[in-house]
């Protein structure tokens, strides 16, 4: 009993250092009571005090502070939350790692999977907003944040359905934006092959949208270089037949 007693009261004061260790870092113990991190706020604990030891001490706080966090920043659309988030380190142990990514993953899925239903509509003009919102700065910053090493096939699926979505609005709705997104879209992708094409199908955008700028300019009244051909060949015959009469 005296033994097991111990073992409690060195127990007890380990956890009462892992107290004060975590008390040593105000934005990480403001983080752990609230589930929140202001803008670009940064964890200030050293890696070296972070042991496995630790590291299974604090797994369980950190893993609920941590989905409350992404949780309301991907549903809000926060997107400066969220990448705070994921430039700080993550302090959980590897059994605790499926918990904190896997609900990312379902809310990512149900963004990519939206984009996909609008790709297939007849007309994307019945959605303009929810698009806006979907391939808005705050969606694709939040995107672009996430770790290749967890979502590389995700990110790579929101940037094609995205590219997707921008025929739709080409060809229905606002070239000059279409366009846009793209450019935006194209330091999303984490392969090599999606951000190809989506270079691929910008350049064929605007190869179309030039190309329908010079038609519309040439139908709109301005000559083109036969018609000023002509009109110099016309002036010429006049001068010419002056001369001769003089």
């Avoid at 983080?31 to 630790?54: A, D």
């Avoid at 297939?120 to 019945?126: I, M, Q």
């Avoid at 139908?219 to 002509?230: D, E, K, M, V």
């Amino acid at each position: 009993n005296d033994v097991l007693e111990l073992f409690k009261q060195l127990e007890q004061e380990k956890h009462f250092d892992y107290h004060q260790l975590v008390a040593s870092d105000p934005k990480l113990l403001y983080f752990l009571e609230h589930g929140r991190l202001e803008y670009k706020e940064k964890f200030t604990l050293s890696s070296y005090h972070v042991t496995p030891e630790f590291l299974a001490w604090i797994s369980p706080y950190f893993k609920n502070a941590f989905l409350k966090c992404s949780t309301t920043a991907l549903r809000n659309h926060d997107m400066y939350s969220f990448v705070t988030l994921m430039m700080n380190p993550v302090y959980v142990t590897p059994q605790d790692e499926y918990a904190i990514w896997e609900p990312i993953h379902q809310e990512i899925a149900v963004v990519c999977s939206r984009l996909s239903e609008i790709s297939n509509l007849a007309s994307p003009y019945p959605v303009m907003q929810e698009i806006k919102t979907l391939t808005g700065p705050e969606q694709m910053g939040i995107i672009k944040s996430l770790p290749q090493e967890h979502f590389a096939q995700q990110i790579d699926t929101y940037a094609f359905n995205i590219m997707c979505v921008t025929v739709g609005i080409f060809n229905k709705i606002d070239k000059d934006w279409a366009v846009e997104i793209l450019e935006s879209c194209q330091s999303i992708p984490a392969s090599n092959a999606t951000r190809d094409a989506i270079l691929s199908k910008k350049n064929e955008m605007n190869h179309i949208r030039y190309t329908s700028t010079e038609t519309a300019s040439s139908s709109n009244g301005s000559p083109s270089w036969g018609t000023i051909r002509l009109i110099l060949f016309i002036i010429f015959m006049i001068l010419r037949i002056a001369t001769c009469n003089a």
